[in-house]
């Protein structure tokens, strides 16, 4: 034993507003106000696979994309640095690129630095890792905003 404490985390359904099946993000690993480091396993059965390339499956990079904003976002939420009830949305994305592909079953990390945060809005980047090598990579930009409550109909 190396004497490390693993850090306690909320569940991410607590942290983001998204809900399965669009949730890329399984656990966080690290957490500050800083930098956010996960994990996510795309699992065989996971619907887009289906369509996205018949025969020989991969993620598609938007959904890379998605996953580095919501680990970011799990991460402020985690952080403090956003308040409960912040509904954050994608505003731009810049910078993409797709270095290795990701398939059904693959185990990547997430790792994601907060370039600037606001009240209004943040600017992150971050990194896809599958097998130690970087497999993504973007910066992007959300808007920050309250979230309104569901009306009863």
């Known amino acids: ?4 404490t693993k850090q306690k985390f909320q569940d991410i359904e607590d942290l983001l507003t998204h809900r399965p099946p669009f949730i890329f993000v399984d656990e966080l ?3 500050d106000e800083e930098k956010t480091v996960a ?3 795309f699992r065989h059965d996971d619907e887009f696979f289906k369509g996205h390339f018949p025969g020989n499956p991969i993620v598609p990079g938007v959904l890379l994309v998605e996953m580095m904003a919501q680990c970011g976002g799990a991460g402020l939420r985690q952080s403090g640095v956003l308040p409960s009830g912040a509904f954050f949305v994608l505003g731009t ?3 993409a690129k797709f270095r290795a592909p990701v398939f059904p079953g693959d ?3 997430i790792e994601v630095k907060n370039l600037r945060v606001s009240s209004v809005m943040l600017r992150q980047s971050g990194i896809v890792k599958i097998h130690g090598k970087v497999a993504a990579e973007a910066t992007w930009m959300c808007v920050i905003g309250k979230q309104e409550k569901e009306s009863a109909s």
């Open 1 to 4: 034993m190396t004497g490390e």
């Open 29 to 31: 690993l690290e957490v």
């Open 39 to 41: 994990r996510h396993v």
């Open 93 to 95: 994305v810049e910078k």
């Open 107 to 109: 185990s990547v990390i």
